[in-house]
């Protein structure tokens, strides 16, 4: 693609450097001729004037021709260096609106390719984006301090540039330095105060270091300034979920969805919101949701669990502690609850292998002893067992 803006630019460049030397030349000869006309009709009516001490004054000869000539290079040169100038920096900005692309990719090493020519044709002293694009390459490559000193180059020549604060102060809250990360985010925003970003980064970190009312604040300003920013409801939901309100929860956490951002924590913090407002059946269809996109998700196969064990769907309950159970089987209370689940339909023999198991490997539990004597109880009179005989009318 960039062979073809250097192909019509070559042209373009050529017409416009013929015109102005087309249109420079003619001037010129048109200078001449009225120069010689001068001549000539000072030469008509030169005489000889007396000073006032009698002496012959000659009329001085012009020699116009040279100067024009003299000004003639000197008007081909600024216009050379002019069309010079300006296909520097066309080539320039066609150069990282490249990278700009590669960048929305996270393709760092097509950039670094890119950038690795760049030098080679043009000066990088005074490049500020220069060193911002090489400050985000070390950045991705774990190289922190290379990075650091990039951003900072990129900041040292251009002090109001915002890109580079932002993403220094992003540096820094990777390096767990909040304070510098805030003082590089405000000095950031104070440059570009309508940036979605800025905003979004701000409120980010002070939801990190738990300052939830002020992270409520830039993250709502980061959606005032960009409508569809996904992660910024997201980001409030979670706050809203942390300060239990939960029905403002479920909100955001739809428009995140709605704006594509979406993971299975979102729908895992979707059910248990549901599920603090006794919104059971949602609650449920939220975390099989969650499990869907992560089947190995542990803590919502167990949350499954422990809601149909909670309300009697044992065999419910059962089937998702096995799916729990082959994620993490080492969850303290894990086989306690199959037990019980077990028990309550029946299968004595089935929980009671399960609580033996237990007691082997925790010796000195009293909890579970107490459910093993509780159990050989019912295994006792289990063939005297009445079914449930509760009427419907």
Known sequence: MMNY????????????????????????????????????????????????????????????????????NTDDELTIDTINKHFFEYERNNTYNEIRRHFLYNEFNKIEKILQSFIEKYPKAKDNEYYYYMGVIHENRGKYISALENYKKAIDILPTYSRARNSLGSLYCKMHKYDKALKNFLLAMKTNPYNPFIQYNIGSLYFKIGELDKAIKYLKNSIKYKANFGSSFHKLANI??????????????????????????????????????????SAINSLNQSLKLKND????????????????????????????????????????????????????????????????????????????????????????NDPDDYYKY
């Open 240 to 281: 809203m979920y942390q300060k239990k309100r939960f029905r403002d929860a479920i909100q955001y956490y739809q428009k995140a969805i709605e704006f594509n951002t979406v993971s299975h924590t979102t729908y895992y913090f979707i059910g248990l919101s549901y599920l603090n407002i006794k919104n059971i059946s």
């Open 5 to 72: 803006y250097y192909y019509y630019i070559n042209i373009f460049l050529i017409l416009s450097l013929c015109m102005i030397l087309g249109g420079i030349r003619p001037a010129n000869s048109a200078n001449k001729g009225s120069h010689k006309e001068k001549k000539i009709s000072t030469g008509n009516v030169t005489s000889k004037k007396t000073t006032d001490k009698g002496q012959d004054k000659k009329p001085k000869k012009i020699h116009t021709e040279d100067k024009q000539k003299k000004n003639y």
């Open 297 to 384: 998700f542990f803590e919502a196969a167990l949350e499954m669990g422990k809601i149909y064990h909670s309300y009697g769907e044992f065999k419910n309950a059962i089937r998702m502690y096995l799916w729990a159970e082959t994620i993490n089987a080492e969850h303290k209370n894990l086989q306690l609850w199959l037990s019980q689940c077990y028990s309550e339909i029946g299968e004595y023999r089935a929980a009671l292998a399960i609580l033996k198991k237990q007691i082997e490997q925790d010796p000195d539990n009293d909890k579970l002893k107490k459910h093993l004597q509780n159990l050989e109880k019912k295994i006792k009179v289990e063939n005297f």
